[in-house]
């Protein structure tokens, strides 16, 4: 089934709430405020953000947010973006706090980073706002903007060119994507993607979206079509690596399934276009997937296990135990376990016991962990 973005959450509350202490392996820890930005976490939960600094672990501090929130990292290393009902709000990790920095948004979807740009997307609107957010601790900066035909749920990426890549849609259908040149002349289309949906950046500035039978690939130019082996062969979730030319992706094969539980992952070489479907014992969730610094991709699995894949040989090179073994659950905003890599350590949340754990990406062991205050959803972060 289609994992759509929330149409209505409640708005955002303007103030954040520092936590005076948290009890952590480390045992408590006071709230933080730091004048420069530092490596941070983000959780969110059920009634907020937490906060936690990303080396000890500790709480460092938490925002109110009312309703279901999502989390991105806005792009200078500093700021988070946290999507609401209305808005895209800019949490400062340094403080840390909500900030009165917010682009309002009827309903804000996909957050992409790339080249030094954000680009937001308004799925209730089609409306695509590109900022520079280098400029986010000295107030709300500068956008471009660029409406789509429809509005729907989609994504942008604006390249370093200047051109904008945006899907194509409405809110009865996705079917493609539109590359616009720096004075938003169409340059390339192709809709040959039913469902397309999300988005990664490869090596060579090559970004791909997934497409209910395949890829599309798009560089220098050029639409290029990856086809599915399967007749429905979805793929709707990918990680990238800037680095590499192999794309993670999810694989799902039942277009009649309320919440199909897939064993594969799809791994595409986007300078050949070779799909590759590794079986992993195991199924997953959207929240799974992830990329380690030397370009392995990692797929956190509901046996409790982070499956390591070598990009050259397409096979499964390692495990990591994490978790206990885990269900997804039916409703999709519902927290499970999530995967989040950052430098060289990969962190995983556990909502079942309310823990965070780390794993070390150079010695493949796990590191660390924590308790946390509440039960963890998503969770993202900033290197600062």
């Given at each position: 089934?289609?994992?759509?973005?929330?149409?209505?959450?409640?708005?955002?509350?303007?103030?954040?709430?520092?936590?005076?202490?948290?009890?952590?392996?480390?045992?408590?820890?006071?709230?933080?405020?730091?004048?420069?930005?530092?490596?941070?976490?983000?959780?969110?939960?059920?009634?907020?953000?937490?906060?936690?600094?990303?080396?000890?672990?500790?709480?460092?501090?938490?925002?109110?947010?009312?309703?279901?929130?999502?989390?991105?990292?806005?792009?200078?290393?500093?700021?988070?973006?946290?999507?609401?009902?209305?808005?895209?709000?800019?949490?400062?990790?340094?403080?840390?706090?909500?900030?009165?920095?917010?682009?309002?948004?009827?309903?804000?979807?996909?957050?992409?980073?790339?080249?030094?740009?954000?680009?937001?997307?308004?799925?209730?609107?089609?409306?695509?706002?590109?900022?520079?957010?280098?400029?986010?601790?000295?107030?709300?900066?500068?956008?471009?903007?660029?409406?789509?035909?429809?509005?729907?749920?989609?994504?942008?990426?604006?390249?370093?060119?200047?051109?904008?890549?945006?899907?194509?849609?409405?809110?009865?259908?996705?079917?493609?994507?539109?590359?616009?040149?720096?004075?938003?002349?169409?340059?390339?289309?192709?809709?040959?993607?039913?469902?397309?949906?999300?988005?990664?950046?490869?090596?060579?500035?090559?970004?791909?979206?997934?497409?209910?039978?395949?890829?599309?690939?798009?560089?220098?130019?050029?639409?290029?079509?990856?086809?599915?082996?399967?007749?429905?062969?979805?793929?709707?979730?990918?990680?990238?690596?800037?680095?590499?030319?192999?794309?993670?992706?999810?694989?799902?094969?039942?277009?009649?399934?309320?919440?199909?539980?897939?064993?594969?992952?799809?791994?595409?070489?986007?300078?050949?276009?070779?799909?590759?479907?590794?079986?992993?014992?195991?199924?997953?969730?959207?929240?799974?997937?992830?990329?380690?610094?030397h370009g392995e991709a990692?797929?956190?699995?509901?046996?409790?296990?982070?499956?390591?894949?070598?990009?050259?040989?397409?096979?499964v090179s390692r495990t990591?135990?994490?978790?206990?073994?885990?269900?997804?659950?039916?409703?999709?905003?519902?927290?499970?376990?999530?995967?989040?890599?950052?430098?060289?350590?990969?962190?995983?949340?556990?909502?079942?016991?309310?823990?965070?754990?780390?794993?070390?990406?150079?010695?493949?062991?796990v590191s660390g962990q924590?308790?946390?205050?509440?039960?963890?959803?998503?969770?993202?972060?900033?290197?600062?």
């Amino acid at each position: 089934m289609r994992r759509p973005l929330p149409t209505a959450v409640a708005a955002v509350a303007l103030s954040a709430t520092l936590l005076t202490s948290c009890s952590t392996d480390s045992g408590a820890a006071e709230a933080t405020t730091t004048d420069s930005a530092t490596s941070r976490l983000a959780l969110s939960y059920d009634g907020g953000v937490l906060v936690l600094d990303a080396q000890s672990l500790d709480v460092v501090g938490s925002a109110e947010v009312d309703g279901f929130t999502r989390l991105n990292p806005a792009g200078d290393d500093r700021h988070v973006l946290v999507s609401t009902g209305n808005s895209f709000t800019a949490l400062d990790t340094a403080e840390p706090a909500l900030t009165d920095v917010a682009f309002e948004a009827k309903t804000p979807g996909h957050v992409v980073r790339h080249d030094g740009k954000t680009a937001l997307f308004d799925d209730g609107t089609g409306l695509v706002r590109v900022f520079d957010p280098a400029g986010l601790s000295e107030g709300t900066p500068d956008t471009t903007e660029f409406t789509t035909p429809e509005a729907h749920h989609g994504v942008a990426v604006e390249l370093s060119d200047g051109s904008l890549l945006t899907t194509v849609g409405n809110e009865d259908e996705r079917t493609g994507i539109v590359v616009l040149d720096r004075d938003r002349k169409e340059i390339a289309r192709n809709e040959d993607c039913p469902g397309v949906h999300g988005e990664a950046v490869a090596a060579d500035e090559t970004v791909v979206v997934g497409c209910q039978n395949g890829l599309l690939i798009y560089r220098d130019g050029v639409i290029t079509k990856v086809t599915s082996p399967d007749p429905y062969g979805r793929i709707g979730n990918q990680a990238g690596d800037e680095d590499s030319p192999i794309l993670l992706g999810d694989y799902k094969t039942d277009p009649d399934a309320e919440l199909e539980r897939p064993e594969r992952v799809s791994l595409t070489d986007t300078a050949t276009g070779q799909l590759t479907l590794v079986d992993l014992g195991t199924s997953y969730t959207f929240r799974s997937l992830g990329r380690a610094p030397h370009g392995e991709a990692l797929v956190l699995g509901t046996d409790g296990a982070v499956h390591v894949i070598d990009p050259n040989s397409k096979a499964v090179s390692r495990t990591v135990d994490v978790l206990d073994p885990w269900t997804e659950p039916d409703k999709w905003q519902s927290p499970r376990p999530a995967l989040y890599v950052q430098d060289h350590t990969a962190y995983v949340t556990d909502p079942a016991n309310k823990k965070i754990h780390t794993i070390d990406l150079d010695t493949w062991t796990v590191s660390g962990q924590a308790d946390l205050p509440e039960i963890p959803n998503e969770i993202t972060g900033v290197t600062g």
